[in-house]
């Protein structure tokens, strides 16, 4: 397989490559950039996000790191053993992943944190590819619609026909197996749409089914 990565210069969306120039006189000693998937490539578990946040992954440059989804994510990644050490918001906080992989539908910052849908499309290859080289893999979580719309979109089946719901598993081969959360946005959880009990109740069972 290929390991399709987008270039750190990556021009194939033109909106998001000028909003990242934008970030960058804004921000100048963040990341700016792609941001790259970050975990093992043998793992069995694959968590799909929907893209780097601005104040978040956009500056660290590792998924989920320097926001507010990092906090619930990480630390219930920790209590049930798909990651080790403490989350502090920072890419050289020590944290390690164990069994698990971590990626967004779409890898660079998107304006109000709302991609395309030609985004989405221009950014599948890289997910696809993801999954494709990941031999050991059995479950992909996926964090809100977008993510399992674009997951669906790789295994060519319809989202019209499996449409999202949290807490549900979709077989999506002989082999994989989706899970749907809500996203561990902050609004999401200050709204109580997705609650740290939900969260860990669907973590600790895909820990059970990989266990």
Request: proline content about 6%; some cysteine; charged content about 20%.
């Amino acid at each position: 397989m290929i390991n399709l990565t987008p270039d750190i210069n990556c021009s194939i969306c033109p909106r998001l490559k000028n909003f990242r120039e934008e970030n960058k006189e804004k921000f100048p000693t963040g990341w700016n950039a792609p941001v790259p998937t970050w975990g093992n490539i043998d793992s069995e578990l694959l968590i799909v996000g929907l893209a780097p946040g601005l104040k978040g992954a956009n500056l660290t440059g590792r998924p989920f790191t320097g926001d507010y989804a990092g906090i619930l994510l990480y630390n219930t990644l920790i209590k049930y053993k798909f990651a080790s050490g403490t989350y502090q918001a920072d890419p050289n906080d020590g944290l390690t992943l164990i069994n698990c992989k971590i990626l967004n539908a779409v890898r660079c910052v998107p304006p109000q944190n709302k991609p395309t849908t030609q985004e989405e499309k221009n950014c599948r290859p890289y997910l696809k590819s993801a999954i494709e080289n990941m031999m050991n893999l059995k479950i992909i979580l996926a964090l809100g619609v977008i993510a399992h719309n674009n997951i669906l979109s790789c295994f060519n089946i319809s989202n019209s026909k499996v449409k999202f719901k949290h807490g549900q598993y979709i077989q999506l081969n002989e082999k994989i197996s989706l899970v749907d959360s809500y996203h561990v946005s902050k609004y999401n959880t200050s709204t109580r749409l997705l609650t740290t009990e939900m969260f860990e109740n669907l973590i600790e069972s895909i820990h059970v089914k990989l266990d």
